[in-house]
């Protein structure tokens, strides 16, 4: 079967006859899909002629979910969308609370909010990165990149409780300050995590294994990119110099001397790279925020019966009590205007925005998530035709597609 | 009289050794969806070091395996790939439902989501935590491993006990 | 709130004069009549360089109050290279909710069509794939519907039970 009849687009042409193709089914339980992805591919000997992504294995609802639960619940739920970066998810949900409330939280709080949102960006680009070294071949660097993890755990757990699920934020502020020791540890990794990127550049950025099975490997073009809604790293990779924290600073990020990372070739390679090259900035964001991290409050206080008050207040004084029952009854609660708002962050992933409908309860009437994976799991068919059945893992750890992200 | 034994011959129940030879190495069958995935694997990465209890092998193929861990919701589209995972695992076969999701459902009391696999599928440990720290998934493997020395038999009769047929809760309600 | 007048605004109320514009917290939104809608998508990319979709998704109007139709389709674009963004929306009503695709403007859209007409039954006319995506194939109901129960009607109990003995 003459492999030249294959057009440059990976496409079949059209006079070919297709008897010979076969199918291929992949996942949703495959050690190299990560979570519940599900692949059929239609190959050509190993060569991948078409893709047919079938999702859904993981769709819990969440948005349904979203109109049963009041604006501080729903925050946990946020959490188990990227569960690699649960941090980014909290801030994110509740940035679009604030910006249907109106309500302005104060600088300690963004601070804070930035310092957690870059850590988790970290601990995602490590999860991705290391794993599209597993799946590459390389596990001693999945180890590698996994190791610091448990570090950055540790600083969750220090400043939330919990170490995985945190659910951080609040509508107005944060569930607490930062403790010294948390910031002593959070200053403790800024100064170890250089060495082990260098550790795991070393490792991979020339190794002849990796640079060949990813260089090349599921390009995708600056038009395509913008065309099909890619954002984030992905897009980034391909040449849209494009970042939330630039273009429509948020939070506090317009304080921060920071570099957007781009790269031209658009392939694995390019978005390993950038993923790496942002790890090292998203790092230099952190030092900046908590040499500078201002003093004062972490939630608006009592004022607009919006955020809740802390709990030592609550137990002694009458405002802080009564505070506390009007935010929890459900006949009370929020003042939401009858509006509709759309709000977006720079996730690790890529642009993670909430479209909220408030209808003046305590609930969102409707609460749409812009997943990043969704339109990055809908770039791979094009991404992936005419490439090797080898390279299917490597795209898609490079996509870093997150399925509890992806389905909601 | 007493029969004198050499100090290096240990006398046992050919049941018992053959449990301890199987508890102390078991195979996962990492069934991981969601969030407890993450968890799963740090379970097995270097802090916690699932190896330590001879676990630490993970297979991605049903057939070498004889521990199926649940690890995050089970939703309608995923239960069936669940009951043929489990059905193409080789007796004997044990299960750890691990986290709220995979026990109960958890938060996700939704229209998608199945209420606990144990109304579909036999589960012989369940984790609690959302998610469940790694420590708390170890702990559950080596009350496995009890479980497996304390009733274990050659020819797996217990499984075929009585109170074993009712392996989910949709049965016995 | 009206909306200050921006060359967007303007030039869309020039050719689309029934599109009405308002603007909250800084974000400026178009409504337009779903006999429009195509042809106003095209004239955003075309002429307005608006040449990314950012997301699309839809609501269901059905319990809240002032609404006139049952279902809001919300087209959330922007320009990469101005950084600008608009909201659009249309509204449909039952029976048959159906909207032009915008699948020949944005590829972004392939997916995320699928997944509203999944969750909330909207057709959208001249897609090349619409099928459930999310759903099985044989779910019957569009669960993102307010008339449509967070437990469900029993469809996440209805799988066969195996026991130990036939394991």
Known sequence: MPLERILPSGDLAQD?????????????????????????????GERVVDAMPDIGYLHSGFEKLAEHLDYNQYVTVTDRMNYVSPMANNVAWHMAVEKLMGIEVPPRCQYLRVIVAELSRISDHLVCNGAVGLDTGAFTYFLYAFNPREKLYDI?????????????????????DASPEAIAMIREVIRELPKTFGDMERLLDRNKIFVDRTKGIGVLTKEEAINRGASGPVARASGVTRDLRKDEPYLSYADFDFQVCCATAGDCYARYLVRMAEMRESLKIVAQAIENLPEGPVSIGIRDRASLPPKGMVYSTI????????????????????????????????????????????????????????????????????????????VLGSLNVIAAELDR | MALELPDNVVITKLDEMVSWCRKNS???????TACCGIELMATGASRHDLARFGAEVFRFSPRQCDLLIVAGRVVMKMLPVLQRIWQQMHEPKWCISMGACASTGGVFDTYSVVQGIDRFIPVDMYVPGCPPR???????????????????????????????????????? | MDAMPTRTTSELKRAFPTAEISEFRGQVRAAVPVSSIGDCLRFLKEQLGFDML????????????????RFGLVYLLLSVDRGERLVVRTFVDDPQPAVPSAVPLWQAADWLEREVWDLFGIRFEGHPDLRR????????????????????RGERHNFPVITRAEG
């Open chain 2, 134 to 173: 790694p420590e708390q998934l170890i702990q559950a493997i080596i009350d496995l491993q009890a479980k497996i020395q304390r009733e274990g038999t050659m020819y797996g009769r217990e499984f075929t006990r009585p109170e074993r047929q009712l392996p989910s809760r949709a049965l016995r309600q």
């Open chain 3, 133 to 152: 995506i999310v759903l099985p194939e044989q779910f019957t109901a569009h669960p993102l519907r307010k008339d449509y129960p967070l437990q469900g």
């Open chain 1, 156 to 176: 969750f757990e220090a400043l939330c409780g919990a170490r995985f699920t945190n659910s951080y934020t609040r509508v107005g502020g944060l569930t607490g």
């Open chain 2, 26 to 32: 078991l195979w996962p069958m990492p069934f991981a």
């Open chain 1, 16 to 44: 070919e006859p297709q008897e010979y193709l076969w199918t291929m089914n992949f996942g949703p339980q495959h050690p190299a899909t990560h979570t519940t992805l599900r692949l059929v591919l239609k190959l050509d």
């Open chain 1, 319 to 394: 405002e802080g009590l009564i505070t506390h029952f009007e935010v929890l009854m459900t006949n009370r609660g929020f003042e939401v205007p009858c509006e509709e708002i759309y709000s977006a962050t720079e996730a690790p992933n890529g642009e993670l925005g909430f479209y909220l409908v408030g209808d003046g309860s305590s609930r969102a009437y409707r609460a749409r998530c812009r997943p990043p994976s969704f339109l990055h799991f809908a770039l791979f068919p094009h991404l992936i035709r005419g490439h090797m059945l080898s390279d299917v893992v490597a």
């Open chain 3, 54 to 69: 950012v997301d699309l998704t839809c609501v269901d109007y059905l319990a809240y109050r002032g609404a006139t139709s």
